[in-house]
């Protein structure tokens, strides 16, 4: 035994917030960890040294908060999401911390500006779009609503490709955000897992005579985690982010390096660490990639080790695991999880099936993010088994459990038990993650109470029948620290000066500007703040692409991954009616337009790209055309990300939201614009049904099909060939269009394009035109009213509130997870 007394270890001195302290703070950085002195350091070297200075004071209230958890037993929530859109992070944490002024002086003293810095940290694009930005908002609000929450994922070294446009055709650049190193993220070496592929199930009994499937993989890697704090508003709670890295079991195989082999040497560790190296592209069709399954197992299995470790940590046995652990999968890709965690209780810790199973179900829940039916994730049977073949088994036992249940308990028809089983058996054999994902949850949740309806009667019409109590809504949000306080100073200080700072912790307080929206000074200064934001877009588009805007025209503007669904054709085919317009009718009053759009499309989806090189050639010909006199200008701003977001959002005039009814979840982008006072033009679909309750329905242009009507449309037979035939507007563009008006390089470019709208318009662009132009016509119309315009806009930043996510996760906490 050892006799040495207990140690008594010091706590490091609280932080310093004075701005002379972070200043000593910064230099002392960049001259002992950076190891450059100040008058040669880079503008990189500043950055990383501010972030070290921010990082220390996050780190006391991270641990702070860890052991409080262990202090009083809280129930833990667990995000599983394959994307984390976070982009940057240290405007984000020092603002939430409440340090901006503070560093701000801190640096002026030194001779560096905070802007300048704070625009070279790298934009962390782990993510494609909405479902990956939705994960990033909530790991703030979970930390601002004092969940006690770990999100999991998984560190690309390569996020989304960066776009660059080649004469006006998108071209995909690797993005390489670690190349300066990450000062937020600190490796967890004692934190490393196992994690195996393919090999056989062998059956053991053990000493005491319990029956046992062994899994022996034949292959493994390692799972190292890197973790990145995730700070509260006001610096309430920090929570973690811990993504997943994939290294090799040996590095070098040091007997064929010796041999002279030495590439053959690294084999292993190259085909280990490529496994995380890239984020799978959305929509890249067909799915079918075994990486990408690789991908999903990986961060999966090394989660719920990870959960499964903490919890024998602080407690006896699993038997407590549902209520000290809430696991929530973000869409199906972490769907594999729901067999691991069978797995890893029943083979690697004992439990009997039966018991694993209730547990598993009791942790889970799931959040549907799509009825598109091609992006509803399946795998074919052969390759799962292959790669997974323990986790083939489970899934065969649950689907026994399952189907005998509705088939003796609930009398189901053939057709229904069909639908149900976790395979697909109408083709090749395929495991359906979605089906595996609904039952080992206790808890399915759509994104928009339009799109959780449509859920009941559509992909999981037979498993909500089966399991009528579990589908439920959460309606996204966005956090308004990121897309209201930090994107736009200027109009967080006016409403500041006009209701105070409680909406600041509450953005249903922002209702208090309602009684301002019709004053005429305070529409002044609103107007002058979008103008003021509307000249800093301008200045970004000049400097990158040499166009000059005029920030008196409206600013339209569709920023948002580029998918038929979400139409940015029919936009594109109305600017082309509208430039027709104006030159027919040069005497009437065009109100001057500059409509802008900005999205990537994803790699393998032609039609996508196809709209991309339209957009641009629609641009070259209408900007160069003296006829338009200026009154219409079309802009597609290149690499759409997070950080060009902040720049285009609180610059927009009008938000455009026209997708397909019925096949925009929710949208996230539509939230963001209405908080920052742009007037919507949009279907009713996703969320803008709930913006249209909250802003009223005199501030919110709503136009076209509406969900039921387009089902119906398409089930009753679709001619679009005579809605075009009777809409000249429309027929002339479209011809100018296919026939090559914007293409004279090669006529042909988008003949393919427009027969589609010709012969199905399965995206409705003809269905809806017509009501599309008209509306925005409407928009027009109440430009010219100024007043008329500001109190509508005004409106929508004070009746936005309920969209913060914020509240999404007060809901999730309470009526999912019972935790926080
Ligand atoms: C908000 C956001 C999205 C989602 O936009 P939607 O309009 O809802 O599709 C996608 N990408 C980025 C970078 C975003 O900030």
């Not at 070279?120 to 694009?125: C, F, N, Q, R, S």
Request: charged share 25%.
């Amino acid at each position: 035994m050892n006799t040495v007394s207990k140690p008594i270890i010091p706590s490091p001195a609280p932080r310093s917030s004075r701005p002379e302290i972070l200043a000593e703070e910064i230099i002392e950085r960049l001259t002992y960890r950076i190891g450059k002195d100040a008058k040669v350091a880079k503008p990189h070297d500043w950055l990383t040294a501010t972030i070290l200075v921010v990082r220390d004071r996050i780190i006391d209230k991270w641990m702070a908060s860890t052991r409080e958890v262990y202090a009083t037993g809280a129930k833990r929530v667990y995000y599983l999401s394959l994307e984390f859109l976070i982009g940057r992070l240290m405007r984000d944490a020092i603002s939430n911390l409440g340090l901006m002024e503070e560093v701000r002086d801190a640096l002026a003293s030194l001779g560096v500006d905070v802007n300048v810095i704070a625009g070279l940290e790298p934009d962390a694009a782990l993510g494609n779009g909405g479902l990956g930005r939705l994960a990033a908002c909530f790991m703030e609000s979970m930390a601002t609503v004092e969940v006690p929450a770990y999100g999991y994922g998984i560190r690309y070294v390569h996020g989304l490709f960066r776009q660059q446009l080649a004469d006006g055709w998108q071209v995909e650049l690797p993005e390489n955000w670690l190349a300066h190193g990450n000062p937020w993220e600190f490796e967890r070496r004692e934190s490393a897992y196992e994690i195996g592929f393919g090999g056989a199930v062998e059956f053991i009994t053990t000493h005491d005579d319990q029956p046992r499937y062994v899994w022996k993989p034949a292959e493994r890697v390692i799972a190292a985690a890197f973790d990145t704090p995730a700070v509260g508003w006001r610096g309430k709670r920090v929570n973690t982010l811990r993504l997943w890295s994939a290294q090799p079991i040996d590095p070098i195989l040091l007997d064929a390096f010796n041999a002279g082999d030495h590439i053959g040497a690294l084999r292993e560790s190259n085909k280990a660490e490529s496994l995380t190296r890239v984020l799978y592209p959305a929509d890249a069709t067909p799915a079918g990639q075994e990486l990408r399954l690789r991908q999903e197992f990986f961060f999966s299995s090394a989660s719920l080790q990870d959960i499964l470790r903490r919890h024998l940590q602080q407690y006896d046995d699993f038997t407590s695991l549902p209520d000290k652990v809430a696991i929530q999968l973000n869409d199906t890709h972490p769907a594999v999880s729901v067999a691991e965690l069978v797995r890893l209780l029943c083979d690697v810790h004992g439990m009997d099936f039966d018991q694993a199973w209730d547990i598993t179900r009791r942790t889970f829940s799931y959040t549907n993010h799509t009825l598109l039916p091609e992006a509803l994730e399946s795998w074919a049977v052969p390759l799962f088994e292959r790669l997974l073949p323990r986790h083939m088994q489970i899934i065969y036992a649950i689907n026994a459990k399952i189907l005998i249940d509705a088939r003796k308990g609930k009398n189901f028809s053939d057709g229904e038990i069909r639908s149900i089983s976790l395979i697909d058996e109408s083709g090749d054999r395929r495991v359906r993650m979605g089906n595996l994902a609904f039952v080992g949850s206790h808890s399915i949740n759509g994104v928009s109470a339009l799109h959780t309806d449509l859920m009941k009667v559509t992909v999981f019409a037979d498993l909500h029948k089966l399991y009528p109590d579990r589908i439920n809504n959460k309606t996204n949000g966005i956090t308004p620290r990121r897309w209201l306080q930090q994107c736009n100073p200027g109009l967080t200080g006016l409403i500041r000066e006009a209701i105070g700072d409680e909406f600041l912790d509450d953005a249903e307080k922002l209702r208090a500007l309602d009684v301002h929206s019709s004053d005429p000074a305070f529409q002044q200064k609103f107007a002058a703040i979008k103008r003021a934001n509307k000249v800093a877009l301008s200045n970004l588009v000049a400097s990158r692409m040499g166009v000059k805007l005029d920030p008196s025209a409206m600013f339209d503007i569709q920023i948002k991954r580029i998918h038929e669904y979400k139409r940015q054709l029919l936009n594109i085919i109305e600017a082309v009616a509208l430039y027709d317009q104006i030159r027919s009718h040069p005497e009437l009053d065009w109100v001057p337009r500059v409509k802008l759009f900005a999205g990537k499309a994803a790699p393998s989806y032609y039609n996508a790209k196809l709209i991309i090189k339209l957009i641009n050639d629609v641009s070259r010909t209408i900007n160069n055309d003296p006829s338009v006199r200026g009154l219409l200008k079309i802009v597609f701003v290149p690499n759409y990300n997070v950080s060009l977001a902040e720049v285009m959002v609180p610059a927009a005039d009008l938000s455009e939201q026209i997708s397909t009814a019925g096949m925009e979840a929710s949208g996230t982008g539509n939230m963001k614009f209405g908080l920052n006072g742009a007037l919507t033009i949009g279907t009713l679909d996703g969320a803008n049904v709930e913006m249209r309750d909250n802003v009223g329905e005199d501030n919110i242009v709503i136009f076209g099909l509406k969900a039921d009507e387009v089902s119906k449309v398409r089930s009753d037979g679709h001619n679009p060939r005579a809605i075009i035939e009777g809409s000249r507007e429309l027929a002339q563009a479209l011809a100018a269009i296919g026939s090559g008006v914007f293409s004279p390089d090669d006529r042909n470019r988008y003949t393919s394009l427009i027969d589609g709208i010709y012969s199905h318009d399965w995206f409705m662009v003809a269905a809806d035109f017509d009501a599309y132009a008209q509306a925005q016509r409407e928009v027009d119309q109440i430009w010219t009213n100024q007043s008329a315009w500001y109190t509508k806009t005004i409106n929508n930043t004070a009746r936005m509130g309920w969209f913060s996510s914020d509240r999404t996760i007060r809901q999730y906490a309470d009526e999912i997870w019972r935790a926080g």
